[in-house]
C-alpha cells in the first residue's frame, strides 16, 4: 500500500466510521478498487487510524466531555455489554471479518431495515434524558453492530430511538459512546501488535504514514460528523438505507466475479 491509498483509505474511514453505513463494508470495497492486500501492515493501518477518528469526536464534543462525573458512568454502563460479549466472541468476529460475502449481505438487509426504521422508532418522548437503563439498552444494541456490515453507528442510534431519544440526541450518544469503544477495541490489537517483536517493528518502521494516515481521518471525521447530524436530524434515515442496499449489491458483484475475496478483508 502506498501513500496514495493510504490517505484514500483514510478518507473513507472518516467518512464512514460515524455515518450508518458500516465502515468496515466500506474499507474491504475501497481496498478492491485500489487493489490493497490485506498484509499485516494495511490491517494495522485500517485499526490504527481509527484513533483520528476518535479525536474528532473529542474535539467537537469536548465540552461534553467535561460536563459531569455521571456522564462517563453513563458511557461506560453503555460500553459494558460490548466490553463482556467483545472479549467473549473477538476470535468468531475476527473470522466473519474474513468473509467479505457475508458484510455484503448485511449491508443490503440492513439498508432495507434502514427504509422502515423511522417509521418503526422516530417517536422522541419530550424528556430527553438519557437514564442508566436507557444507556445499557442501547449498550446491548452496540452488541448488534458486531456483525460485520452492521454498522455500530446504525445500531446505536437506532437504539437510543427505541428508548424514546430523538435522532440528534440518540446521534450524538452514539459519537460518544464511539470513544472507549472503538479506543478499547483498536487499543487491544494495537497492544498485541507491540507485545509482538514482528508487530513492534511494523509498527515503528510505519510511524509516518500512519501518522498520516490518522490526520486525513481526523479531519475528514470532524466533516462527516457535522455533515451527519444535520442531515439525520432535517432527513432520517431512509437516503442511508437505498445507498447501503447499492453498496452492498455492488459489493456482492464484485464478490461473484472475483474481484472481492477474503484475502482483502479487513
Known sequence: MNTIQAIIISIIEGLTEFLPVSSTGHMILTQAILGVKSDEFVKMFTVCIQFGAILSVLVIYWKRFLQSWEFYWKLL????????????????????????????????????????????????????????????????????????????????????????????????????????????????????????????????????????????????????IKFFINFLTKYGFKAFGYYRIIAGIVMIILFVCGVVSADIAV
Open 77 to 224: 454502563v453503555a460500553f459494558i455489554p460490548a466490553a463482556v460479549f467483545g472479549f467473549l466472541l473477538s476470535d468468531y468476529i475476527d473470522e466473519l471479518l474474513e468473509t467479505p460475502l457475508v458484510i455484503a449481505i448485511v449491508l443490503v438487509l440492513g439498508g432495507i431495515f434502514m427504509l422502515f426504521a423511522d417509521k418503526w422508532f422516530n417517536k422522541p418522548a419530550e424528556d430527553q434524558t438519557i437514564t442508566y437503563k436507557k444507556s445499557f439498552m442501547i449498550g446491548l444494541c452496540q452488541c448488534i453492530a458486531m456483525i460485520p456490515g452492521v454498522s455500530r453507528s446504525m445500531a446505536t442510534i437506532v437504539g437510543g430511538m427505541g428508548q424514546k431519544l430523538s435522532r440528534k440526541t440518540a446521534a450524538e450518544f452514539s459519537f460518544f459512546l464511539a470513544v472507549p469503544t472503538m479506543a478499547a477495541a483498536s487499543g487491544y490489537k494495537l497492544l498485541k501488535l507491540l507485545l509482538d517483536d514482528s508487530g513492534r517493528e511494523l509498527l515503528f518502521n510505519n510511524m509516518g504514514i500512519l501518522l498520516v494516515g490518522n490526520i486525513v481521518a481526523f479531519i475528514v471525521a470532524i466533516l462527516a
